[in-house]
């Protein structure tokens, strides 16, 4: 099966903190994406990569940063933590040929 | 910018009735159309699409209807059933890269 996997579903930290959420898929992708989620807001886009150590800001980058040094992993980097990140972050992955989107289940950060 | 404005934001309807979901867009250049659910706990995941040279699709118990000329696409399903309870978002393609532009979701919950 398919799939996109990211590696924690839950995670709290500091104010201030460097905090790394990493995402990873095995389906050979060359999109990938990062979004948050919050009530009423939708799916914001965050960055996304659509080659190796290529990346693109979306609507909301500031505050994040990225790196995709390999296809298969997709790195989502908040320099210092702010309250205000507090979100549900979803990675998602698609072809070059396809606008089907493969989601990760999301990790719930909390800053605190 | 482009944007993609959903509604309701919350539909309750009774179970073995039928649900209908509205999105339009605002792109003129949006070919691509998908509706993705999302269970608690759980990354969206792909329900159905429809292409700008298509009017209506089906699957079963789930149609999409598209509307080119006033912009507007819309998810209906019939026969609901208590599974049927989730979030669901409509997007429409922005662009290249594969981007989507997402509406803002729909909570919708299936009373027994």
């Known amino acids: 099966d398919v799939k996109v996997t990211q590696s924690s579903r839950y995670l709290v930290k500091r104010t201030g903190e460097k905090v790394f959420l990493e995402c990873v898929q095995d389906?050979?992708?060359?999109?990938m994406f990062w979004y948050r989620q919050d009530p009423g807001l939708g799916l914001r886009l965050i960055y996304f990569?659509?080659?190796?150590?290529?990346?693109e800001k979306g609507d909301i980058p500031e505050g994040y940063s990225v790196s995709r040094e390999k296809k298969e992993r997709f790195s989502l980097i908040l320099e210092s933590a702010s309250t205000n990140q507090t979100s549900m972050y979803l990675c998602?992955?698609?072809?070059?040929?396809?606008?089907?989107?493969?989601f990760g289940s999301g990790t719930r950060l909390t800053v605190v | 910018g482009e944007n993609v404005e959903q509604h309701p934001s919350t539909l309750s309807v009774q179970e073995g009735d039928s649900a209908v979901i509205k999105c339009t867009y605002s792109?003129?250049?949006?070919?691509?159309f998908p509706w993705y659910k999302q269970e608690l706990g759980k990354g969206p995941q792909l329900i159905i699409d429809?292409?700008?040279n298509v009017g209506e699709k089906k699957d079963q118990r789930i149609a999409v209807t598209l509307n080119k000329t006033a912009k507007h696409f819309s998810l209906h399903i019939t026969e609901t059933q208590p599974e049927d309870s989730a979030v669901y978002f409509c997007?429409?393609?922005?662009?290249?890269?594969?981007?989507?532009?997402w509406g803002a979701g729909t909570k919708l919950i299936i009373k027994p």
């Open positions: 990569s659509y080659d190796v150590k290529m990346k």
């Open positions: 429809i292409r700008s």
């Open positions: 792109d003129s250049a949006s070919n691509y």
């Open positions: 389906m050979d992708h060359e999109n």
């Open positions: 997007a429409a393609s922005k662009g290249s890269n594969y981007q989507l532009i």
């Open positions: 998602a992955s698609t072809t070059r040929q396809d606008y089907g989107y493969t």
